[in-house]
């Protein structure tokens, strides 16, 4: 069974400070895609990234970044210099090959707040 | 372009009682997800919805079943209401096989 793990509950740190988010999951699978969701007091699940399990390469977008590594199945996002706008519940997902990929499995969410 | 559209914002129904919610996918997706949220918790799969018929279902039981329209948009019913309903229901659409989600604000429904 597909599992994801976001162990921390609730993060704050000051404005300008580097945050890292950090997500943990379980698979059986060998092909799969692993996503960061950030979800604002409005609700809506917005779209951050899509990772294939077989890319490893980090990626960087513009303060946000992602740290991919199969070897310890984790896919942690750091954002750099924290904005007041960053606070919200981050959510990472895993999608599940037994359902063509379409099925999500997500954590439990982090909640960061930012401290102007 | 519009996002993805769900309607009603909040309800509030009485155990027992039917719901219906529902949602407008993005504009060029022909393809629509439901996901429940509990309070504090992730977001849980329901079902999917692809040409007008349930393509895959999550752990659901059967009180909950969709339907999805010719022009894509989608259905949420929920019979028999349990207070254990309550939660954010979240609508998202994608073009199949894209694994590119698009989410809605959601339906936020509280069962007394």
């Known amino acids: 069974a597909q599992k994801v793990t976001q162990a921390q509950t609730e993060i704050s740190v000051v404005e300008k400070e580097d945050v890292t988010l950090d997500c943990v999951y379980e698979?059986?699978?060998?092909?799969?895609?692993l996503f960061w969701y950030k979800q604002p007091p409005s609700g809506e699940l917005v779209f951050l990234i899509r990772?294939?399990?077989?890319?490893?390469q980090n990626e960087i977008s513009g303060r946000y970044s992602w740290n991919f590594q199969k070897s310890t199945s984790s896919f942690n996002f750091t954002i750099t210099a924290s904005q007041v706008v960053d606070s919200a519940v981050y959510f990472c997902?895993?999608?599940?090959?037994?359902?063509?990929?379409?099925?999500?499995?997500f954590g439990t969410g982090t909640r960061l707040t930012i401290i102007p | 372009d519009a996002g993805v559209t769900q309607s009603p914002t909040h309800l509030i129904k009485t155990r027992g009682q039917q719901v219906t919610l529902r949602c407008s996918p993005k504009?060029?997706?022909?393809?629509v997800s439901w996901y429940q949220q509990a309070l504090g918790q992730g977001p849980q799969f329901i079902f999917q919805?692809?040409?007008?018929?349930?393509?895959q279902r999550g752990n659901f039981p059967d009180r909950f079943s969709g339907h999805q329209f010719p022009n894509y948009s989608s259905e949420l019913n929920v019979n028999a209401l349990l207070l254990g309903d309550s939660a954010l229901y979240l609508c998202?659409?994608?073009?199949?096989?894209?694994?590119?989600?698009?989410f809605g604000s959601g339906t936020r429904l509280t069962v007394v």
């Open positions: 997902a895993l999608s599940d090959p037994n359902f063509g990929n379409e099925k999500l499995t």
């Open positions: 998202a659409s994608s073009l199949v096989q894209n694994y590119g989600y698009t």
């Open positions: 990772r294939n399990s077989f890319d490893e």
């Open positions: 698979t059986r699978d060998t092909t799969y895609y």
């Open positions: 919805y692809y040409e007008e018929e349930e393509r």
């Open positions: 504009s060029g997706h022909d393809t």
